[in-house]
């Protein structure tokens, strides 16, 4: 005689039963090996990996709680769309690239003068006459030199010198008496020893 699951003597029912309970029994280790294939493809850590798999041996409640609290996307997904900032990124920057520093007008790659604000932009090569950024130690065209190996020197700017709190208030209390057609007090500058 047969064992009876759930008290069911006739053979019928018991084989619907039985059949019933192995489709459950392989369901619970299909969801075990979905929770454990979709772990891999959503978390990099392996050690979460294993504690998602671990929860859905918990009949189905465990991979119902995994279903809840696992990332929304992909691994694959994420790193493409990374990869798709970055280009983007380049992009933008490459357009950046072939406007004038200074304007912003859009150049070409090849253009000495900005057309708008007349900035040099590049340097033409001593020996192609090619275009060439002025931070470039080598033409890339024909393999010339350029002068300051790598970093151009540039020329020292003339700096003014900035004048002192004392001048700027004797400067602003001439003007003032100027205006009024007072002379300005002076101080009596005291002999250095």
């Known amino acids: ?48 990996v294993a504690c998602a798999t671990v929860a859905s041996f ?11 609290v696992r990332p929304p996307e992909f691994l694959e997904d994420a790193h493409e769309r990374e990869l798709e900032i970055k280009a983007a990124e380049l ?3 490459q357009l950046k690239e072939l406007t004038c520093p200074n304007c912003e ?5 090849n253009f000495l003068r900005c057309p708008n604000c007349q900035r040099r932009l590049k340097d033409p090569c001593p020996t192609c006459g090619k275009p060439v950024d002025p931070r470039w130690g080598l033409c890339p065209y024909c393999e010339t030199a350029l002068g300051g190996g790598g970093e151009r020197a540039r020329r020292p700017q003339k700096q003014e010198r900035r004048p ?21 007090r002076t101080r009596a500058k005291e002999p250095q020893p």
């Open 1 to 48: 005689m047969s064992l009876a699951i759930f008290g069911i003597t006739n053979s019928g029912l018991n084989l619907v039963a039985t059949l019933f309970v192995l489709m459950l029994v392989v369901l619970w280790l299909a969801l075990i090996v979905y929770t454990y294939l979709d772990a891999r493809r959503r978390i990099s850590d392996p050690f979460l």
């Open 58 to 68: 918990f009949p189905f409640i465990g991979t119902a709680v995994y279903a809840i």
């Open 91 to 93: 992009r933008v920057r």
């Open 105 to 109: 007008y859009p150049v070409e790659k």
């Open 164 to 184: 002192t709190f004392r001048e700027r208030r004797e400067e602003r209390a001439g003007t003032r008496c100027s205006e009024r057609g007072v002379k300005p």
